[in-house]
């Protein structure tokens, strides 16, 4: 393979780049026609095998055009993609530039590097195929020292690509790994600070702008690292930590809290504890055995993304913070939570994160009332949690059994407290959860692509606000006994409305309201599915004063009704086919579809 070289030694091929990449300051330029060599597969992937212009590299399927000035391009088609390998003298923040044309609509690209790390970039159209433009990549990557591959893979549109341009951002780069090398002063990785600099290194050293890479490996100690974290960065200049797989995976904080003894912190309180501090951004590490995997408090613009939990009692705490996104994440085998909103938790964004309390292992203990997503009643109830949105996340396997088969078995997938508000779930999942899927006592909270399976009460609705909850395109299935409780598809005794959604094959009844409280459950439904998999029963069960509004709706409903055939339900469904739970019947237009 040939090696793009981009870096801070002169000249270079013709069939390279000819500018360091960030050096000094001075953008870097990888122009598209000088992919690395190695073929179809390796180097690149081009939809036919054949160069269809033949003006450079001919004997390489990548087309490769060129201009009347003489500047070649590539024009590509979705599904393309092609590699470049760069040599990154100065580790750091880089700001990408791709030069490129689209005659109309939008086009789509991924931007990643060494097989991850990719960031999509939607581009707008220049006018026609012979009006280039350079758009900023809105998101910086970053990439530490030394010598990586770089993929720019074609999603969408009909884009010609001439170069992709490269700056680096403010801040300083250091490198730490487990033992250190050389000097210990962090200027590179033959002289990486060690572990034992750890905390000098985040809340002395690092100033705003700066980041911490820091290298693979298992990071364990008689007394176990924490990253306590009590300084910040700026608004325009955050502080960060990025672990950096060296050809030993991700690194890996081993504490000693023990799940024996679930309430001993055992010197292992927090992985990563934020106290006062503002402007973070933690990626792509890895923690076991610590009471919590993230506490924060009083803290603000943190950007938590890939941190992989397990082992632990609780994933994420949180309390005072706002204005903060948790991404591409997961929380397994904890005891308690998997996500803790204490209070006081703003302006936050949960996206492509997994709680699963046991993985599905009956051995794993967990105490009573596990929960995939807590938010709790303030002390203080002027600082409620409220405007906080969870897109793709699963909630999974919150068991606690007693001993006694008559006892309540708790175990929620969400739980949340009545204090809480403007509360989102999207496209998220609740399964194989011992008492609520959804436990939502929040007011006016909105669901929409949501699924609940094999949960007791797969949507346990409460809001007694004046405002509905609101549930659209939401699929209800299977919901099954753990104890001698009823169960549902949908319990509510609230307020709720429901729009194009599917209950189907649930235990007991498809709906179930109550009237245990005031105002009783009215609950209004439309343009949905409610049936049993064979021989229909009753499709709800009301108390007195409740009220239930079916509007343009399927109805299993009583013996002399026929089910509403679906594809191929099945009770150990999650997720795949996607489309298993659609009607069979596509003129049927109700009921719950897969989002796209």
């Given amino acids: 393979m040939l090696a793009l070289c981009l870096c801070l030694s002169g000249a270079t091929s013709a069939a390279q780049s000819q500018t360091p990449f960030g050096a000094n300051g001075f953008p870097g330029v990888i122009k598209a026609q000088d992919f690395d060599q190695g073929g179809e597969g390796v180097a690149y992937h081009d939809s036919d095998s054949v160069n269809s212009h033949a003006y450079y590299r001919p004997d ?29 003298a100065q580790g750091g923040r880089y700001e990408l530039a791709l030069s490129y044309s689209l005659p109309s609509g939008t086009g789509a690209v991924r931007i990643g590097w060494d097989g991850a790390n990719e960031v999509p970039v939607t581009l707008p159209a220049t006018g026609g195929h012979g009006t280039f433009q350079s758009y900023k990549v809105p998101v910086p990557i970053d990439i530490p020292q030394g010598t990586h591959v770089l993929r720019l893979t074609f999603v969408g549109g009909d884009l010609y690509v001439r170069q992709l341009g490269s700056a680096r951002l403010a801040g300083r780069a250091f490198y730490l790994s487990r033992s250190g090398a050389g000097a210990k002063d962090g200027s590179s990785w033959s002289q990486a600070f060690s572990a034992d600099q750890l905390q000098t290194t985040l809340n002395q050293t690092l100033q705003p702008g700066d980041t911490l890479y820091v290298a693979g490996g298992v990071y364990q100690s008689s007394t176990p690292f924490s990253f306590s974290l009590t300084t910040s960065g700026t608004d325009a200049l955050h502080k ?157 396997n919150n068991t606690f059994t007693t001993a006694s088969t008559g006892d309540y078995q708790n175990g929620d997938g969400f739980s949340l407290e009545r204090s809480a508000f403007g509360i989102s779930f999207l496209n998220s999942a609740a399964l194989d959860n011992t008492d609520g899927g959804w436990d939502d006592k929040s007011q006016a909270a909105y669901y929409e692509n ?24 939401v699929l209800s299935a299977f919901a099954q006994k753990h104890d001698t409780y009823s169960t549902a598809g949908l319990w509510s005794q609230g307020y709720v409305e429901v729009y194009g959604s599917t209950f189907y094959a649930n235990a007991g009844s498809e709906i179930v309201l109550e009237n245990n409280a005031t105002p009783a459950a009215r609950v209004k439904i439309v343009n949905s599915i409610a049936s049993d998999a064979t021989a229909c029963g009753s499709v709800a069960s009301k108390e007195g004063g409740t009220t239930l509004e079916w509007v343009n709706s399927r109805l299993c409903d009583g013996a002399a009704a026929s089910p509403v055939p679906l594809r191929a339900p099945r009770a150990d469904w999650t997720g795949d086919p996607a489309d298993a739970f659609n009607p069979a019947d596509a003129s049927v237009l109700q009921g719950y579809r897969p989002a796209p």
Avoid: M
């Avoid at 060129?66 to 990154?88: C, D, H, K, M």
């Avoid at 933690?282 to 939990?309: F, K």
């Avoid at 609940?452 to 606000?465: E, G, I, V």
């Fill in 60 to 88: 390489e399927a990548v087309d490769i055009g060129i201009r009347g000035s003489g500047t070649y391009e590539v024009r590509t088609s979705p599904g393309e993609w092609l590699e470049y390998t760069v040599n990154v």
């Fill in 240 to 396: 960060k930590v990025v672990g950096v797989d060296l050809g030993q995976g991700l690194p890996v904080f081993k504490g000693q809290w023990n799940p024996a003894n679930p309430g001993a912190s055992s010197k292992s309180y927090a992985f990563l504890r934020f106290t006062g501090a503002h402007y973070w951004d933690i990626e792509r590490l890895s923690a076991e055995n610590y009471y919590y995997g993230v506490r924060a408090d009083t803290s603000s613009h943190l950007q938590l993304s890939e941190l992989h939990l397990s082992q632990i009692r609780e994933g994420l705490a949180l309390s005072h913070v706002s204005d903060s996104k948790v991404s591409r994440s997961d929380a397994r085998k904890y005891t308690k939570r998997g996500i803790r909103f204490i209070e006081d938790v703003s302006d936050l964004l949960v996206e492509d994160f997994l709680a699963d309390a046991t993985l599905g292992d009956s051995t794993w203990p967990t105490e009573a009332y596990p929960f995939g997503v807590s938010i709790e009643n303030p002390a203080d109830p002027t600082l409620p949690t409220h405007d906080v949105v969870f897109n793709r996340v699963t909630a999974r």
């Fill in 450 to 473: 949501c699924v609940a399976l094999r949960n007791k009460r797969n949507f346990r609705l409460w809001n007694d606000s004046a405002q509905p909850t609101t549930l659209n395109n």
